[in-house]
């Protein structure tokens, strides 16, 4: 029987200006994008991410 995988998520608000080195910084950690939505106001957005948990 395969384990079923079990995620952690996490929200992170994200600079226009500085959107890639934001989310480089997530993916370095392991955490992978699920979606990006406009945020707050006009120079902001919201990224989605998750990644597997680590087994106990």
């Known amino acids: ?5 079990r995620w952690e998520y996490l929200t ?3 600079l226009i200006h500085a959107t890639k ?3 480089d910084n997530y993916g370095s950690e392991g955490w992978e ?3 990006v939505v406009p945020g ?6 919201v990224a989605y991410l998750k990644r597997p948990l680590e087994q106990a």
């Open 21 to 23: 080195q934001i989310l």
């Open 33 to 35: 994008l699920v979606q």
């Open 40 to 45: 707050p106001n006009p120079e902001s957005l």
């Open 1 to 5: 029987m395969t384990e079923r995988i």
């Open 12 to 14: 992170v608000p994200l």
